[in-house]
């Protein structure tokens, strides 16, 4: 069965930086784009990031560019999101997500990882 | 960037009714629109595909339909199980957007 697993959430302060990692398992990792999507405390849901199957390709929501650079490790089936000059805006749930076509709908997510970004 | 408007943003009913929540587009996406259900403290959870294709393990009670720029999720005789966020989410373009998400409180 597929899991997606994400950690290295946690409290921040802000300009800081964290990284963020989904650990999959039970698929065939490198055939299938990658995505973050958050959700600030009861809000709705944010899409953050895309990376293609093999990490060539690469998209983020205007909020985040410049800010967070999404990355794969396909060898150890692996998706991280580095997280820098975080704010307070940035205080969310963040989910892995798994893509099944370019076009297609994310059939997988992880259970969640909390980010908080406070002084 | 495409964006999803859904209606209504909350909706309180009773078990066995029929719901219907509408996801509308500001341009056509074709049919490259799906539904999820987030149910407290818990992960989204794909409901329908490409608009209206069913998802195995889905009950049989939700289905979806539209095209363009219009489409709906009806829930068919209501369970107490169903109370949850809905969301549309669209894959025709980049930036993936979801709808704001309609919240479904059981009587």
């Known amino acids: 069965q597929v899991q997606l697993v994400e950690s290295g959430g946690g409290v921040v302060q802000p300009g800081r930086s964290l990284r963020l990692s989904c650990a999959a398992s039970?698929?065939?990792?490198?055939?299938?784009?990658m995505h973050w999507v958050r959700q600030a405390p009861g809000k709705g849901l944010e899409w953050v990031a895309v990376i293609s199957y093999d990490g060539s390709n690469k998209y983020y929501t205007d909020s985040v560019k410049g800010r967070f650079t999404v990355s794969r490790d396909n060898s150890k089936n692996t998706l991280y999101l580095q997280m820098n000059s975080l704010r307070a805006d940035d205080t969310a749930v963040y989910y892995c997500?798994?893509?099944?076509?370019?076009?297609?709908?994310?059939?997988?997510w992880g259970q969640g990882t909390l980010v908080t970004v406070s002084s | 960037e495409i964006v999803l408007t859904q209606s209504p943003d909350f909706q309180s009913v009773t078990p066995k009714e029929k719901v219907t929540i509408t996801c509308r587009a500001s341009q056509s996406i074709g049919s490259n629109l799906h539904w999820y259900q987030q149910k407290p403290d818990q992960s989204p959870k794909l409901l329908i595909k490409y608009a209206s294709q069913s998802i195995s393990g889905v009950p049989s009670r939700f289905s979806g339909s539209g095209s363009g720029t219009d489409f709906t999720l009806t829930i068919n005789s209501l369970e107490a199980e169903d109370a949850a966020a809905y969301y549309c989410?669209?894959?025709?373009?980049?930036?993936?957007?979801f709808g704001q998400g309609t919240k479904l409180e059981i009587k």
């Open positions: 989410h669209q894959s025709r373009s980049l930036p993936r957007t």
């Open positions: 997500a798994k893509d099944t076509s370019y076009y297609g709908d994310f059939d997988y």
């Open positions: 039970g698929l065939t990792f490198g055939s299938y784009g």
